[in-house]
């Protein structure tokens, strides 16, 4: 069952900075007067919070301040000698209600941010948001990062956040012309309430042929990740261990795969769906049961040409059983089944019958063309941005015409 999210409402948007002088402020808000008489100590307690060390940049923190309000942002610091002190430290903060609901919780950190990098991503593009800080009159111009030149008047930026918060709370999207040449502009989609692991904890490489590496004619960041290459330790686990930058191990794992020295374990989500491969074991444990279940699930699905919504997946069914073993980590047992050669993921190809891809929409029309049984449901949740395969499907059902048919593939 697909899970409505609730979008919170936005109350109130906050602009923080670390002043060169005054050290952490509110620079400005929207609407004026959110908090009232207690504007002043709240203004205290949200900067305490929100500009604090630079190690928690790009961290999402939320606070209650008072009995009604909840308080939401993501510091931001940017390093450049091109800022007084070198750097440029703000969080944009959403102002919600206190209700207490995981729900909203979740949902309020996913806006806050998606808002924090854009604003961030401007700021790096043009220099336009440092610009506002800096308090110039409305008759001065500014030359940002040597592109741009600019009409700054003190209004500007509490006119943004006022624009983000209408347009957020009515279209749940935001394209505000900041000049003629900038835009900040983003959509927020329901965050994906299945997926719990972070983009960091994907992919997992996995081991496959490191045996055939020369050790002492090789690279020296090679040297180091090999050990850790396991099928176990993530991308970003492995650049812990190895004490290397991540992203110099992205690009020796890039290379070790494109050399077919290493595997990748597929795109992990708790509605991914599995066969049972291992049916050369004559003795079978509780574990081997429940990859044993899973397979039967499987075939039940494989059975019926249509994906009819009555196979659950693998954590729907085997919560209650996973507990009851003190399977504490599913993406790991999944994995442990991937490695042990005991399931083998099965991918799912939407395919439209009919189809007509001539709808006024040229996105529409793309998305649909996509749909022909050539691509994965991974592949197409990547490709347009989906958070969720369930979204996809969502999708999917939402834009075939009645005369058109949706089937399902899996191999």
């Known amino acids: 069952m697909r899970i409505h999210w609730e ?3 936005i109350e109130g948007i906050l602009f923080c900075k670390f002043d060169e002088e005054l050290g952490p402020i509110v620079l ?3 609407p004026a007067e959110i908090f009232g008489a207690n504007q002043a100590l709240y203004f205290s307690l949200i900067t305490r919070y929100m500009v604090p060390d630079a190690h928690f940049s790009g961290s999402v923190i939320s606070f209650v301040i008072g009995d009604k309000w909840r308080v939401v942002g993501m510091p931001i610091v940017i390093q450049d000698n091109k800022y007084l002190r070198n750097s440029f430290q703000f969080t944009v903060c959403i102002v919600i209600n206190n209700i207490n609901s995981i729900q909203l919780e979740l949902f309020s950190r996913h806006i806050a941010k998606i808002l924090g990098y854009a604003f961030k991503q401007l700021e790096e593009d043009s220099g336009t948001v440092y610009s506002y800080c800096t308090g110039i009159n409305d008759s001065e111009t500014r030359n940002i990062s040597g592109k741009l030149k600019l009409q700054i008047n003190a209004r500007d930026l509490s006119h943004i956040l006022q624009e983000c918060r209408i347009q957020l709370n009515r279209y749940h999207k935001v394209c505000i012309d900041i000049s003629k040449d900038e835009t900040l502009s983003f959509y927020v989609r329901n965050p994906s309430y299945k997926c719990k692991v972070q983009l960091i904890d994907v992919p997992v490489p996995l081991y496959k042929h490191l045996i055939n590496i020369n050790l002492p004619g090789i690279d020296i960041s090679l040297m180091q990740i090999i050990p850790y290459i396991n099928g176990r330790n993530t991308s970003y686990e492995i650049a812990k261990l190895s ?9 020796c794992l890039e290379y070790l795969i494109y050399y077919g020295l290493i595997g990748i374990i597929d ?3 708790l509605d ?3 066969r049972y491969i291992g049916y050369d074991n004559k003795k079978y444990d509780n ?5 044993i279940s899973l397979s039967n699930e499987c075939s039940n699905l494989l059975n019926n040409h249509k994906r009819n919504g009555c196979v659950r997946t693998f954590q729907q069914k085997f919560s209650e059983n996973l507990e009851n073993m003190e399977v504490r980590d599913i993406r790991l047992f999944i994995i442990e089944g991937i490695l042990k050669q005991k399931i083998k993921r099965i991918h799912e190809y939407p395919i439209i019958f009919n189809n007509k ?3 006024e929409n040229p996105s529409l029309n793309k998305f649909k063309k996509s749909c022909l049984g050539l691509h994965s449901l991974d592949y197409i949740q990547v490709m347009f941005g989906y958070n969720s395969k369930e979204e996809v499907i969502q999708e999917l059902t939402n ?6 048919e949706l089937y399902w593939a899996y191999y």
């Not at 004490?243 to 690009?251: C, G, K, M, S």
């Open 7 to 9: 979008w919170p409402n």
């Open 28 to 30: 400005c808000k929207d």
């Open 243 to 251: 004490l290397l930058p991540f992203d110099n191990v992205i690009l």
């Open 267 to 269: 795109m992990f989500s």
């Open 272 to 274: 991914n769906m599995y």
């Open 287 to 291: 574990t081997e049961n429940l990859y």
């Open 357 to 359: 891809s001539n709808s």
């Open 399 to 404: 834009s075939i015409d009645h005369d058109e």
